[in-house]
């Protein structure tokens, strides 16, 4: 399995690659309000407004540090209501890929209820790599913040 491995700080992460579109320089970011604060902002990608996810924020609670290594992951995955969305998720040190198959993986022993999306461990010459599970980082996130399809902010505002 293709990863592609980035840092929080210090520390090595992986996602699989099946689900990266692409990986593009830090832009300007739109502020969006009223939200958690890993979520870093709002722009244009390709002509459709995509939300971004600051990994460090999430992951850490300190936002990512500006460097010529620190990118946006361009992740495109299902939505619930079957559709497709983008979602841009910053990191640290993106700079390679790794390819080992998915039983290196290892269960670490301690569950994290807060952070579901936090997978397996392996050992490699570079550190331990944790694996970031994006089909559960993308439910948890839509569920919370994103709208599906169909949805509409005047939808929720004549609800309440």
Do not use: W
Request: proline share 4%; charged share 20%.
């Amino acid at each position: 399995m293709l990863m592609l491995l980035f840092c929080v700080s210090k520390e090595l992460y992986a996602i699989e690659s099946s689900c990266v579109v692409e990986v593009i320089p830090r832009v300007g970011l739109r502020t969006v309000h009223h939200v958690p604060e890993y979520v870093a902002g709002l722009f244009n990608y390709r002509g459709k407004i995509v939300p971004v996810i600051d990994l460090c924020h999430l992951i850490r609670g300190t936002s990512s540090r500006f460097c010529l290594s620190t990118r946006i992951i361009m992740v495109s995955y299902p939505r619930q209501d079957h559709g497709c969305q983008h979602l841009g998720l910053i990191a640290e040190r993106i700079t390679e890929t790794l390819n080992r198959p998915e039983t290196d993986f290892v269960d670490s022993g301690i569950r994290i209820k807060e952070a579901p999306y936090l997978g397996g461990m392996l050992m490699d010459e570079k550190g331990i790599i944790q694996r970031i599970h994006l089909e559960q980082l993308f439910a948890d996130v839509e569920n919370t913040y994103l709208l599906t399809a169909g949805e509409s902010y005047i939808n929720d505002m004549v609800k309440n």
